[in-house]
Structures are given as structure tokens and as C-alpha cells.
């Protein structure tokens, strides 16, 4: 029977560097959502498939494929056979991956192929609607959340240092259009699921974060975390 460790959260409150440690840890196969449907962004730019063609970014979803593999302890992500793992972070994706994910026929097809990868594993799993739509039921469900200056700057130092160009206040614009875009989604909007447990990560180190949520999958595990409604853990 699978595990499911499922994290919610808007951009850059540091989803993806925890899900990637405790995966480690831990174990568990680590599936970031966010990077199938900037696969389907991706494909729709090298395509120039725009924004309001929205019919044929739904048409595209026959011709794509998406892997995921761990090689050497990383993550690779596969489009169609070609690793697209860095280009997939880009401006250009950036800009519009949220657009694309607002598109309900988008959204169907990719929480079938998410599901799909988790069948059967224990994993953890973050997004924007893991602990809402993907995995309901989901063993652990947490939401992690931050100020959007200090996730601006998070992302941005992320992007630095991935070689990505983009200003501070492009990324912290972006950061606002995406968590505006996010909350209003007609399917699978970014909310707090009534029993997850939720986590500010602005005054947090990586390390303290880590440590919290590998204290509750432990808990979890052995059958002593509280049905707690909204924690907030400052």
C-alpha cells in the first residue's frame, strides 16, 4: 500500500529543495507536479502555440509525453525522449506555465499522469492542489506558504545560480500574477486543505523546515499525529 506525503504552497516557499531532501532521507520517490505542466508550456512555445489558442495547447496533449527519471540522485525530466530538465525552468516557461495549467483540460490530464506516477510508491509530491485534488487522502498533507517578498528572493538566488536571467522584481511580479492566477483557478486553485498542516517558512531555514516536516511524517508513520485543522506552525 502506497505512502503519500503530499505538499501544497504558492512559488518559492522552498517546496522543491524540501521535497528533494526528504526524498533522500526518507526514501521516497519524489514527483514535483509543477514540471508537467511546464512540459505542456514548453511544447506549446517551441510549437508557437499561444496563450489564447487554447484549443490547440488542449490538442497538443496527444503529441506529448513526459518522463521523469532519477539518474546519479537527480531528477531528469524527459519531453517526448529529450531531457528538458533545465529548459523547462526558463523565462519564456516561466511566464506562462501557470496560464497553461488554468486550462481544465490540461489539468485532467495531468493529475491522471501525476496519479499515474505515484501508483503504487511512497512518495512525496508537491503542487498546488496535491493535498486537494491530486491525492485527497494523502498520508501527510502539508502547506507550506511565506512572505512573496522573501520567495521572490528565494527564487531568485534559485535562478542565479540555475543561470537563469530575470531580474528581482520580474521574479516578484511573476510571484504576484501567478499566486493571483493560482487562487482563482476554476479547477485545482491553490487553497489550505482543512486538515493539512500548515508551515510559514518566512523567518525558516531550510534546515528547520526540513526537521518540522520530517518530524510529522514520523509521527504519521507510527499513527500519533493529531487531526489538527489548520495548524499553524510559525
Known sequence: MSFIVAIDGPAGTGKGTI???ISKELGLVNIDTGVTYRCVALYAIRNNIKLEETQKIINSLKNIHIEMKNENGEQKVFLNNEEVTKE?????VTKIVSQVSSIKEVRYKMVELQRKLAQGKDVIMEGRDITTVVFPNANVKIY???DEKIRAQRRHKEMQEKGIQMTYEEVLKNIQIRDKNDKEKEIGALKIAEDAIYIDTTGLSIEEVKDKILNIIKESRLGTVPNRKQDREK
Open 144 to 146: 507550506m506558504d511565506a
Open 88 to 92: 523547462i525552468r526558463n523565462k519564456e
Open 19 to 21: 521535497t528533494s531532501l
